[in-house]
């Protein structure tokens, strides 16, 4: 068993504004306190300088991170901490090249304008376009295993170390075994969706014999 290292993320420290000199500053001072493992957040892409635009895309903000991120991680192992990277792949601004070549790959219907939130469209996870292109990008990042040892979005997180997957808040995923810090959390979610899935089934046979009658 091996305990969750102590973690410093740079978005209350940077926000959007940083360099990479920035980062090995805040980095070193972290490891003098203690600090195990330094997440980089949100603002490391394309041309994600503000929360307008740039959502979708995941080249390396080459003016920010010359060193690009392999080159980031090394002196981040240089200076004695693991590295951790954040993305938020099932989101993209109307200020992208993903939303400019594919305006057809967010959640829409034909009868309303797509709802725009927080400067964010959803991108529609049933196209397999949309599958195959977030697939194809995050498999470039998860290439960087030997240098990356936390991968995590706002709501789920992969956490690469020593042979175990975090997925899915403190969920862990160790060969075929599923567990939490109890050791049924996984079983128990589950079971709780299966039984959701087996309400809305019992739900839809209802409507289709009329026991709620027509929407």
Known sequence: HRHRPIVINNWESTYFDF?????????????????????????????RNNDTSGLGDYDVNQKKIPSGLKGLSQKMHTIGLDFGLWVEPEMTNPDSKLFKQHPDWIIQ????????????????????EVQDYI?????????????LRWFGANSDSIRILDGYIRMRYNIYVNNDHYYDNDGFGYRRE??????????????????????YGKY
């Open 109 to 128: 219907d034909s009868f309303c304008l797509p709802s725009l939130s927080r400067n964010q469209y959803i991108l529609d996870l049933t196209q397999k």
């Open 135 to 147: 697939i194809e990008n995050l498999s470039e990042l998860l290439e960087l295993r030997e240098e």
């Open 19 to 47: 360099k990479e000199s920035d980062l090995i500053k805040l980095a070193k001072q972290a490891k003098e306190l203690g600090i195990e493992l330094f997440v980089l957040d949100d603002g490391w892409f394309s041309t």
């Open 190 to 211: 589950i079971k709780k969706e299966t039984k959701i899935r087996k309400m809305n089934k019992k739900r839809k046979s209802k409507e289709r014999n009329g026991k």
